[in-house]
């Protein structure tokens, strides 16, 4: 049996990640190797935005259910997402299995190595690190001030940026700067 006739069962003709039935196929979650138990089934909004990075969180609200599927390599593209999309919220409720957490961290460095990320103290930073805010800092547009010693954990790593990470400070996504924070 092919993979693609293989996935298109396994998922019951659905986009295992949002549930779309239209415009189908395979992504690999990488790193992969081309085989259907690192592959998942779907749609061509999902596959689009995963290559491209652009990550619509209204289009991945449907991580929510995703992220409790039995396949493997749906459950750690959903951890993958959450963790781009900066949801803590919904991370802190996902376990993981060893093997399946180096699958995600793997994935999640990778892309990333291009830039390296370093806090207050030179000490550098990878995506999932937890960071403590070293002064209140203002969030511009947000209505708050994230304050001194506030903990921001499972942060993203921007990949145009070198000086940014975000994370969720008050359950708000935000940009932080790395001069203000220390690793935890």
Same mark, same amino acid.
Request: glycine share 8%; proline share 2%.
């Given at each position: 049996?092919?993979?693609?006739?293989?996935?298109?069962?396994?998922?019951?003709?659905?986009?295992?990640?949002?549930?779309?039935?239209?415009?189908?196929?395979?992504?690999?979650?990488?790193?992969?190797?081309?085989?259907? =138990? @690192?592959?998942?089934?779907?749609?061509?909004?999902?596959?689009? %935005?995963? *290559?491209?990075?652009?990550? #619509?969180? &209204?289009?991945?609200?449907?991580?929510?259910?995703?992220?409790?599927?039995?396949?493997?390599?749906?459950?750690?593209?959903?951890?993958?997402?959450?963790?781009?999309?900066?949801?803590?919220?919904?991370?802190?409720?996902?376990?993981?299995?060893?093997? =399946? @957490?180096?699958?995600?961290?793997?994935?999640?460095?990778?892309? %990333?190595? *291009?830039?390296?990320?370093? #806090?207050? &103290?030179?000490?550098?930073?990878?995506?999932?690190?937890?960071?403590?805010?070293?002064?209140?800092?203002?969030?511009?547009?947000?209505?708050?001030?994230?304050?001194?010693?506030?903990?921001?954990?499972?942060?993203?790593?921007?990949?145009?940026?070198?000086?940014?990470?975000?994370?969720?400070?008050?359950?708000?996504?935000?940009?932080? *700067?790395?001069?203000?924070?220390?690793?935890?």
């Amino acid at each position: 049996m092919n993979i693609e006739k293989e996935l298109s069962a396994r998922s019951g003709g659905v986009c295992e990640l949002c549930g779309s039935s239209e415009s189908l196929g395979i992504l690999e979650v990488a790193p992969s190797d081309g085989s259907s =138990e @690192q592959s998942i089934y779907a749609c061509s909004i999902c596959q689009e %935005q995963i *290559k491209n990075e652009t990550l #619509d969180e &209204n289009h991945f609200n449907c991580l929510n259910d995703s992220m409790w599927s039995e396949v493997v390599a749906v459950k750690v593209m959903s951890t993958i997402l959450l963790n781009k999309l900066g949801r803590q919220d919904l991370l802190e409720m996902i376990y993981l299995e060893d093997a =399946e @957490q180096k699958w995600v961290d793997a994935a999640l460095i990778a892309p %990333q190595s *291009k830039l390296v990320h370093k #806090d207050a &103290n030179g000490v550098i930073l990878q995506a999932g690190d937890s960071v403590v805010i070293l002064k209140d800092l203002e969030v511009k547009g947000a209505g708050f001030t994230a304050k001194r010693g506030t903990t921001v954990t499972r942060i993203g790593l921007p990949a145009d940026m070198d000086d940014h990470i975000e994370g969720r400070v008050n359950g708000t996504k935000i940009f932080l *700067k790395t001069e203000f924070l220390k690793k935890a």
